[in-house]
């Protein structure tokens, strides 16, 4: 069967694991004989798409950048519908941002199936994390407060009009024909809040080829490290504090910390205030593939989410190189790391701080985790991913086949 698939990626995606994902299956879906089409509603991201995919690229406005999905929805509907006319057989959403649009089409009779990736709770949560896990207490006024924590003016203008129209946006977001949730977690959520869960099925992202068996080039120095958004669901302030009880038993450790994000400034402050800033590198955000450096020097990665992560590429990519995991026991991640790496309680700084001593002490139950690895990430190969997600396309595009038909 040929298939004509639109990948929608929005701005939202651009600065995590999310446009890395619809890179990576843009690449191999072409290569499987996919005709792939991109749209990418991306601003100041470097992006490098596979010579074999059609992008097309929108520029977004400062504006569309801070209050999606609702100003990407018109632009995103037009999209399809010009789309559908080229033989599109499936829309692929990857990211909320454009979950509207592709609901508006839907409701003004688009013809092409349209599918989405369950990568964030955007779909039942106005800012993504759903950290109250309780959509009955999602008022607007609750809404509004949520919205606009720790944002400029001008996202704290934009949540008014935004909480006020967020239960059309989950009405529209529950419209379309099927769903793809990253974890067993995020299927148990999504259906909770509504989602018909005959809809949906459970396909984990894929690792990127290229970075098994990388040579570790442990030092004298005991690192720690963490890749990702600073942000309050990722719990980065319990990880400062547990490393800093950790640093004044067992002097020879450093933690590196990489990205950037609204608590950068809080997070400096804590380190300064606990007086390890000769123990702690805040780098930053620097380019992907720069952090492969990072992820060889490290002895742990952890990952210190408090929220119900929806899946966690960085764990594929610190597991690729024999790096250990220690996470959070809440959300995706520790269905993800299996038996090569250790939980901890989300918020407790004083497991956490437990569990990092624990292999910092116990070097041969790092070793034996950081040989786990390589049989853990191999249940998310490449090649598995894209067969699963090709059958699900087919199986929805069958569907329409058949709904033709009847008409």
């Known amino acids: ?67 999606q999905p609702l100003t990407l929805a018109k632009v995103v509907m037009n999209d399809m519908f010009s789309l559908e006319k080229k033989g599109i057989d499936v829309f692929h959403i990857y990211n909320f941002g454009c979950i509207a649009g592709s609901g508006l089409y839907k409701l003004f009779g688009g013809q092409s199936k349209v599918v989405a990736t369950l990568n964030s709770y955007s779909g039942i949560c106005p800012t993504g994390d759903y950290l109250c896990c309780n959509i009955r207490l999602c008022s607007i006024a609750h809404r509004i407060k949520c919205l606009g924590k720790n944002q400029r003016m001008m996202m704290k203008l ?32 999504y259906s909770e809040a509504g989602f018909d869960v005959n809809r949906m099925v459970v396909i984990p992202a ?134 090569a790496g250790l939980t901890f309680h989300a918020g407790d700084s004083n497991d956490l701080r437990n569990k990092l001593m624990l292999l910092y002490d116990n070097r041969e139950l790092l070793s034996e985790l950081s040989v786990k690895c390589e049989d853990v990430v191999n249940k998310y190969d490449p090649k598995s991913f894209v067969e699963k997600t090709i059958s699900f396309y087919q199986d929805v595009s069958e569907v329409n086949k058949k709904d033709n038909s009847i008409t």
């Open 1 to 67: 069967m040929n298939l004509n698939v639109a990948l929608m990626a929005s701005s939202g995606a651009g600065s995590g694991g999310g446009q890395r994902s619809v890179r990576l299956l843009a690449k191999l879906l072409a290569h499987e004989g996919v005709k792939v089409t991109v749209i990418s509603y991306e601003k100041d991201v470097d992006l490098e798409w596979p010579a074999d995919v059609n992008v097309i690229e929108r520029n977004v406005s400062k504006i569309q950048q801070h209050a």
């Open 158 to 189: 934009l949540s008014v009009p935004c909480s006020i129209l967020f239960p059309y946006v989950m009405n529209l977001s529950r419209s379309l024909d099927a769903y793809i949730a990253m974890s067993n977690s995020v299927k148990e959520i």
């Open 206 to 339: 894929a690792y990127e080829e290229g970075y098994f068996k990388c040579e570790r080039e442990y030092g004298n120095t005991f690192r720690v490290l963490y890749v990702g958004s600073l942000s309050e669901n990722k719990g980065v302030g319990t990880l400062i504090t547990a490393f800093a009880h950790m640093a004044k038993k067992r002097p020879d450790c450093k933690l590196t910390v990489i990205g950037d994000g609204a608590l950068k400034k809080d997070l400096v402050r804590m380190v300064m205030d606990l007086n390890i800033c000769d123990k702690v590198e805040l780098l930053g955000r620097m380019a992907h593939n720069d952090i492969f450096v990072y992820y060889k020097k490290a002895h742990i990665f952890v990952h210190p989410g408090i929220w119900h992560e929806p899946f966690g590429r960085t764990l594929l990519e610190s597991m690729s190189v024999g790096l250990p995991c220690v996470v959070s026991n809440t959300g995706a991640p520790p269905e993800i790391i299996g038996d």
